[in-house]
């Protein structure tokens, strides 16, 4: 049964950036496309983006500019980097599978609570 | 981007009622090579993450109870909840996978009348 943990270093101030890694368990990274979503607090869920653990990655338009994903096989996890944060960007991260035989999300993490603020 | 609403907002029913949420999308996501409907359904439950619930609009997820069922095709699709269990409070979310970046509809929060 594959597992995923959101893991990153706190709160965030405003301008700098947020990052986040996801560790996958109980199944190879080196398989399917992995995702991040996000959620801000009492709203509904923004899809951020995919990598497949080649490397390749679909980003969403509305935040190309600002987000980065690598993949490192070698521990079997997946990161998310956001720049230029602003309180905007506080919301709930996910990180999650996505299915290899069409692009619903199959797996989720718990989530991880990223604050943006002064 | 593919827009996805959902109706109603919220609603409220008796406990081994039937509770019905609808979800609208844009521009159609049936993929006429496969005849399949790129449609997912999912429940979050409150301080949780979302659960799989349905894929290809109609295809149960493993181990999810035969009381959710999926319908609909095209742009129109229906989550219907045949008997409302108590740990059935939640919210539910359609989504579109047919095309980048996949969105998500607003949500429809489900509580017990």
């Known amino acids: 049964q594959v597992q995923l943990q959101e893991s990153g270093p706190g709160p965030v101030k405003p301008s700098e950036t947020l990052s986040l890694t996801c560790t996958v368990s109980?199944?190879?990274?080196?398989?399917?496309?992995w995702s991040w979503i996000r959620q801000p607090p009492g709203k509904g869920l923004e899809w951020i983006g995919y990598?497949?653990?080649?490397?390749?990655?679909d980003y969403n338009p509305s935040l190309k500019s600002r987000v980065t994903m690598l993949v490192d096989t070698s521990k079997n996890q997946f990161s998310l980097r956001l720049s230029s944060v602003t309180a905007a960007d506080t919301a709930v991260y996910y990180c999650?599978?996505?299915?290899?035989?069409?692009?619903?999300?199959?797996?989720w993490g718990q989530g991880t609570l990223v604050a943006v603020s002064s | 981007d593919i827009g996805m609403t959902q109706s109603p907002d919220s609603l409220a029913v008796s406990l081994g009622e039937r509770a019905t949420i609808n979800c609208k999308s844009s521009?159609?996501?049936?993929?006429?090579?496969?005849?399949?409907?790129?449609l997912a359904w999912y429940q979050q439950r409150p301080g949780q993450a979302p659960k799989l619930l349905v894929y290809?609009?109609?295809t149960r997820e493993s181990g999810v109870p035969d009381r959710f069922s999926g319908s609909g095709s095209g742009t129109d699709f229906t989550l219907t909840i045949s008997s409302l269990q108590a740990e059935d409070v939640a919210v539910y979310y359609c989504?579109?996978?047919?095309?980048?970046?996949?969105?998500f509809g607003p949500g429809t929060k489900v509580d017990i009348k």
């Open positions: 999650a599978r996505v299915n290899d035989s069409g692009n619903y999300i199959d797996c």
């Open positions: 109980g199944g190879s990274i080196s398989s399917n496309y």
């Open positions: 990598i497949f653990y080649s490397g390749s990655t």
């Open positions: 521009q159609s996501v049936l993929y006429s090579s496969n005849n399949k409907n790129y």
């Open positions: 290809w609009a109609s």
């Open positions: 989504q579109q996978y047919y095309s980048t970046p996949f969105t």
